[in-house]
C-alpha cells in the first residue's frame, strides 16, 4: 500500500470498550492541528451519532462501490459490519495541514502503520482487563447481547497484538491514561 497521501497520522488502536473514542475526543479538543478522519461505515448510528461526524453511515451497496473505486486507504470487517479509511478524508486533512487522527481496529491499524512507517504514531489503549471492558460495554448501553458477545470475542484476539504498536497505554484511571497518550501525541506532532 504505497499509494497513500502525504503527510503524518496518528492511529488509536483497541479493543471496543477500552476508552479510545473518549481518549480520542480529549486529544481533538486539546490539539488543534489533529483532526478526526472520519470513516465509513455499514453499521447502523447509535444514538446520537451523527452522519459526517462520527461516521459516514453507508448502505453495503455504497460500501462495496467505494471499495471497487479504491476509496479506501484500508477497510476491513468488524464483527459483523465494514469500516474503512476513506483517502478522501485523509488526503483533505492533510491537505490543509492537519493530522488526522484514525480510530481503527487492529488489522486496518497495522496496515496503516505498514504504510505510513514513521508517519504514522500507532497507539493501543488497552483495557485493564476483560471483565472491566464487560463492564464498560454494558454500562455504554450500545450493545445487544450477541454484539457483546462479538466484541468480547474479537477484544479478546486483539489483546496479544498490543505488543506490535508504537506505544501501549492501559486505561484503567482515565486521567493517568489521558495524561499518557497527551504526551506521546505532543511530541509526535512537535517533531
Ligand atoms: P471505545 O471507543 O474504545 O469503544 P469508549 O470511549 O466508548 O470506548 O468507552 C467505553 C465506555 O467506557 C464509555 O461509556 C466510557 O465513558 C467508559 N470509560 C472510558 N474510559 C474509562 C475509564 N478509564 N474508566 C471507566 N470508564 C471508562
Ligand atoms: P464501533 O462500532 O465501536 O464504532 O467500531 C468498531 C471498531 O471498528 C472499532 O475498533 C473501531 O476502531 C473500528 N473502526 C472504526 N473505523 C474504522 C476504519 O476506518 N477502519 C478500520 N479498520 N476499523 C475501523
Given at each position: 500500500m504505497n499509494n497513500h497521501p502525504e503527510g503524518k497520522l496518528i492511529v488509536i488502536v483497541a479493543p471496543?470498550?477500552?476508552?479510545k473514542t473518549t481518549i480520542a475526543k480529549r486529544l481533538l479538543n486539546d490539539f488543534p492541528k489533529v483532526q478526526f478522519s472520519v470513516s465509513g461505515t455499514t453499521r447502523d448510528p447509535r444514538k446520537g451519532e451523527k452522519n459526517g461526524v462520527d461516521?459516514?453511515?453507508?448502505?453495503k451497496a455504497a460500501f462495496d462501490q467505494k471499495v471497487e473505486n479504491n476509496g479506501f486507504l484500508e477497510w476491513e470487517e468488524y464483527s459483523g459490519n465494514r469500516y474503512g479509511t476513506l483517502r478522501s478524508e485523509v488526503d483533505k486533512l492533510m491537505k490543509s495541514g492537519y493530522f488526522p487522527l484514525l480510530d481503527v481496529e487492529v488489522k486496518g491499524a497495522l496496515n496503516v502503520k505498514d504504510s505510513y512507517g514513521s508517519d504514522c504514531v500507532s497507539i493501543f489503549i488497552q483495557p485493564p482487563s476483560i471483565d472491566e471492558l464487560k463492564r464498560r460495554l454494558i454500562k455504554r448501553g450500545s450493545e445487544t447481547e450477541e454484539s457483546l458477545a462479538l466484541r468480547l470475542k474479537r477484544a479478546e484476539k486483539d489483546l496479544?497484538?498490543?505488543?506490535?504498536?508504537d506505544y501501549v497505554v492501559t486505561n484503567d484511571d482515565l486521567e493517568t491514561a489521558y495524561k499518557q497518550v497527551k504526551t506521546i501525541v505532543q511530541s509526535f506532532i512537535a517533531d
Open positions: 471496543s470498550g477500552s476508552g461516521y459516514f453511515f453507508l448502505s496479544p497484538y498490543a505488543s506490535r504498536f
